[in-house]
T-cell receptor
């Protein structure tokens, strides 16, 4: 069974701070990694994907990938209360299917 | 507007009844997927389809069936054989041949079986 592990949280950060969300995965052959944001009662929304080692930045979001350590993270700079949600890490396997972690709940306090 | 639609948003059924959840996309995506989400759990793959008239079982296919007669449509039937059908059902789609196969989700159907 290919595992994707996330700390369930909640992770609480003050408004304006950097939120750091982490994810580890077990399948060393995994090639593509995704971060989804899910608000309560809603469907997941894709916010970042990464498939090369290193950092990828998009606005306030930075995804970091370290394949040797089987570790992927998401940094959210200048966190806002509207960023409060559950963040799901997903790893591509079997060519097309995604394997999801259980998510980390983020709470940004004003 | 391009996107993925799922209907209905909420569905209530009695135990022992089959129910079909609709998923339609106009993104011209080749691949479509069904996941279920239970409270506090990650998404689990039920079925996926890469092309019309072909589909594969995911991790939890027992008690479910699908069809893919059109590129745009991928309905999911929850049969009476599914032991715990109450869940949030999510349909997704992606391009085939994309380097990362990023998947986009519909709004979901919340099924309650009593």
């Amino acid at each position: 069974q290919k595992e994707v592990e996330q700390n369930s949280g909640p992770l609480s950060v003050p408004e304006g701070a950097i939120a750091s969300l982490n994810c580890t995965y077990s399948d060393r052959g995994s090639q593509s990694f995704f971060w989804y944001r899910q608000y309560s009662g809603k469907s997941p929304e894709l916010i970042m994907f990464i498939y090369s080692n290193g950092d990828k930045e998009d606005g306030r979001f930075t995804a970091q990938l370290n394949k040797a350590s089987q570790y992927v993270s998401l940094l959210i700079r200048d966190s806002q209360p509207s960023d409060s949600a559950t963040y799901l890490c997903a790893v591509l396997y079997s060519g097309y299917a995604l394997n999801f972690g259980k998510g980390t709940s983020l709470l940004v306090t004003p | 507007d391009g996107g993925i639609t799922q209907s209905p948003k909420y569905l209530f059924r009695k135990e022992g009844q089959n129910v079909t959840l609709s998923c339609e996309q106009n993104l011209n995506h080749d691949a479509m997927y069904w996941y279920r989400q239970d409270p506090g759990q990650g998404l689990r793959l039920i079925y996926y389809s890469q092309i019309v008239n072909d589909f594969q079982k995911g991790d939890i296919a027992e008690g479910y069936s699908v069809s893919r007669e059109k590129k745009e449509s991928f309905p999911l039937t929850v049969t009476s054989a599914q032991k715990n059908p109450t869940a949030f059902y999510l349909c997704a789609s992606s391009m085939q041949g994309a380097p990362t196969y990023e998947q986009y989700f519909g709004p979901g159907t919340r099924l309650t079986v009593t």
